[in-house]
């Protein structure tokens, strides 16, 4: 059973920066995506940014340029940096992982931004 364990969130001022790691029990290569969704009070859960195993990358507009997708092979751990952050940028973000047709999530870190 794949285990997926989010960290890193906080509560943190506009214009703060965080890391967002996410350690997969097993090798993330064999995952075909991984990505990071955040869920907002009263919102939908919506994709943040998303990594491919051949390293393709996608972030949603409302980010870009903000927040940066990555990840380590050796350490199995995909990350989320997350820089000038904003109050709207406030949830809880969620890992999740594909292989084939089967979905993976984490149980989340809290994101707070607010002065």
């Known amino acids: 059973q794949v285990q997926l364990v989010e960290s890193g969130g906080g509560l943190v001022q506009p214009g703060g920066s965080l890391r967002l790691s996410c350690a997969a029990s097993g090798n993330i290569l064999s995952f075909d995506f991984m990505g990071w969704y955040r869920q907002a009070p009263g919102k939908q859960r919506e994709l943040v940014a998303s990594?491919?195993?051949?390293?393709?990358?996608n972030c949603a507009e409302s980010v870009r340029g903000r927040f940066t997708i990555s990840r380590d092979n050796a350490k199995n751990t995909v990350y989320l940096q997350q820089n000038t952050l904003k109050p709207e940028d406030t949830g809880i973000y969620y890992c999740?992982?594909?292989?084939?047709?089967?979905?993976?999530w984490g149980q989340g870190t809290q994101v707070t931004v607010s002065s």
């Open positions: 999740r992982a594909i292989m084939g047709v089967v979905s993976y």
């Open positions: 990594i491919t195993s051949g390293g393709g990358i």
